[in-house]
């Protein structure tokens, strides 16, 4: 249950995209399609974002959009708001658990 | 709305015990998989454990396996995490999150979660 990797920080300035990777491995990104991104605000609980790959529930923004290939997951968000500051976590399920990513830090310039 | 309210957090020593609960109202509690997740101070996310909907499933992350026990009481609608045997680096807020269910279908995410409760084990 090694966490999947995250890079620590991305930062654009508004108007712009990122893209947040997610590494895995075979047993959880690579063999499944159950990957979720869940967006943190500071003191604040985390948010659902993205459920099986690429899937927003309702009320997301349409801003914000996954993928996947391979063992590594992603997501995009698109027209950087500074709303959108804030630490940005990917899950996948593995075989009857959960296993987080390491975490990103996405700074609105 | 749906709400989750954790509580009985608090500062324990090293190998001693705790109990979490998770009141959870706004919805029917027992068609839910429930799940406690943790965040240390400063850093990212843990999953901890999951209780399927009617309790008749958990499973552990290896980290507290043996030392936690994740059970629910549909009657009070409410969660629990007996933490036994703790360790400093359990210190961390403690999550209750529901499985993200729309419409019939339930997917591997978490879509409510509560404002999480602070556990600090240290002597």
Redesign the interface.
Known sequence: QSALTQPASVSESPGQSITISCTGTSSDVGDFKYVSWYQQHPDKAPKLMIYDVSNRPSGVSNRFSGSKSGNTASLTISGLQAEDEADYYCSSYTSSSTVFGTGTKVTVL | QVQLEESGGGVVQPGRSLRLSCAASGFIFSSYDM?W?RQAPGK????VA?IWYDGS?R?????VKGRFTISRDNSKNTLYLQMNSLRAEDTAVY?CARR?C?NGAC?????Y????TLVTVSS
């Open positions: 799940h997740v990212g996310l843990e999953w999951v499933n499973y552990y992350a290896d980290s999550y993200y729309p997917y591997n995410a978490f879509d979660w509560g404002q999480g």
